[in-house]
Nanobody, 123 residues
Framework: QVQLVESGGGLVQAGGSLRLSCAASGSTFTMYSMGWFRQAPGKEREFVALIRWINSWTSPTTLYADSVKGRFTISRDSAKNTVYLQMNSLKPEDTAVYSC????????????WGQGTQVTVSS
């Protein structure tokens, strides 16, 4: 089992920045990928970014949604079992509940999810 806890959400003006954190605990050694997703009111949940790794000493692979490419950066601190989402140049349309998720070895789906953190961007 893997437990995920997000933090770092809040209210920011358009053009500002926020950094979200997702701390993993439990059977973290089974994880090989973590991602961020978001859901705005009345909309479907959408993919934001993911990071995938083989081990702690090789560079991980990252992938971004087109809507955030160049503005958001996903990174991982393997020693802290924490994944970050640095969000710059925020826009009102980035307003959503952001959730992190994890994949474990032997599974190709995001089976574990955090509770989510609210990000609100004012215009």
């Amino acid at each position: 089992q893997v437990q995920l806890v997000e933090s770092g959400g809040g209210l920011v003006q358009a053009g500002g920045s926020l950094r979200l954190s997702c701390a993993a605990s439990g059977s973290t050694f089974t994880m090989y990928s973590m991602g961020w997703f978001r859901q705005a009111p009345g909309k479907e949940r959408e993919f934001v970014a993911l990071i995938r790794w083989i081990n702690s000493w090789t560079s991980p692979t990252t992938l971004y949604a087109d809507s955030v490419k160049g503005r958001f950066t996903i990174s991982r601190d393997s020693a802290k079992n924490t994944v970050y989402l640095q969000m710059n140049s925020l826009k009102p349309e980035d307003t959503a509940v952001y959730s992190c998720a994890a994949k474990i070895r032997g599974r190709n789906a995001f089976d574990y999810w955090g509770q989510g953190t609210q990000v609100t961007v004012s215009s």
